[in-house]
């Protein structure tokens, strides 16, 4: 399924406006599978990406449901560069969300959002002279070429951090991104045995998203909140009975379970650190 293996979205270098159009025709043969994220000492690892997410939790059922998601009214809130680098990424998220469930006018206040924040946080040539807003507000009857749209958005901001020697600054916008997932997903009222597993699933990867964060130099960034939620919820699912049990080699994760009563904990967690992020 192509929504699987696309990218993370929903960022942009931009270009000249003949360009836009010569790189998006080009992005169908340019689908990128992983974001690779590299440690000091060596250690590497692999985060997925919003989009990625959102179809993980879209295959197992996840139904749109935009009480949700963070309101677009809320942009005008966010007034501290930490709180613009954070909303990016859950603005991000709902985006793909939004996509994924064919909400057309939800995805266009969303992508729209993005590109207001990618604006206010330093990154002012991203969208360009609007050729990709105007093109996915086109399109966005067509899923596939919307998210060809994200892809090429996607490459193209990895190029912008990679030249501005900025690449640790999407671990923070994955991991609020990451948060507004797993959030969508553990408060759905979609159907909790086929999503529950999905929310395990995704724990799994918490360890690499707080290494990831804990990259980030930039001391105008704020964060150390957002570390701190992250390694409660992590903190919380390992103490978890049948969790502990993956010490054992013979246990896989397709073999552990949750409780009610852990499941509402977890979400209880996730929940309270997303709502600190988009309070901004």
Do not use: H
Not at 99 to 117: F, G, K, M
Not at 222 to 232: H, Q, S, W
Not at 243 to 252: A, C, F, H, I, N
């Amino acid at each position: 399924m192509l929504a699987f293996v696309l990218l993370s979205a929903i960022i942009a270098c931009a270009e000249a406006p003949k360009q836009e159009e010569a790189t998006e025709e080009a992005a169908v043969e340019e689908v990128e599978e992983i974001v690779e994220t590299e440690e000091e000492e060596d250690f590497s690892f692999m985060l997925p990406s919003p989009i990625q997410i959102a179809a993980i939790f879209n295959r197992a059922g996840l139904k749109y449901e935009s009480d949700l998601t963070n309101p677009v009214e809320n942009l005008s809130s966010y007034n501290t560069k930490t709180a613009k680098y954070l909303n990016f990424g859950v603005y991000s998220a709902d985006l793909a969300y939004a996509v994924l469930n064919d909400q057309q006018q939800p995805a266009i206040d969303y992508i729209n959002s993005v590109r207001v924040l990618s604006e206010d946080i330093g990154m002012p040539s991203i969208f360009g002279s609007g050729a990709l807003i105007e093109s996915f507000e086109k399109n966005i009857g067509n899923q596939d070429t919307v998210l060809r749209i994200l892809t090429t958005i996607k490459r193209r901001t990895d190029e912008y951090l990679a030249e501005n020697e900025e690449e640790s600054k999407e671990a923070v916008f994955f991991a609020a991104a990451w948060i507004e997932g797993m959030y969508l997903g553990a408060n759905s009222a979609s159907d909790e045995s086929k999503l529950t597993p999905k929310i395990i699933e995704q724990m799994t990867i918490l360890d690499n998203v707080i290494k990831a964060v804990k990259q980030q130099n930039d001391e105008t960034l704020d964060i150390a909140f957002l570390v701190e939620g992250l390694k409660e919820i992590k903190d919380t699912f390992e103490g978890f009975e049948e969790v502990k049990m993956l010490e054992d080699p013979d246990t896989g994760i397709s073999d552990i379970t949750l409780t009610t009563e852990e499941l509402k904990l977890l979400t209880d967690e996730i929940t309270n650190l997303r709502s600190k992020i988009i309070r901004g």
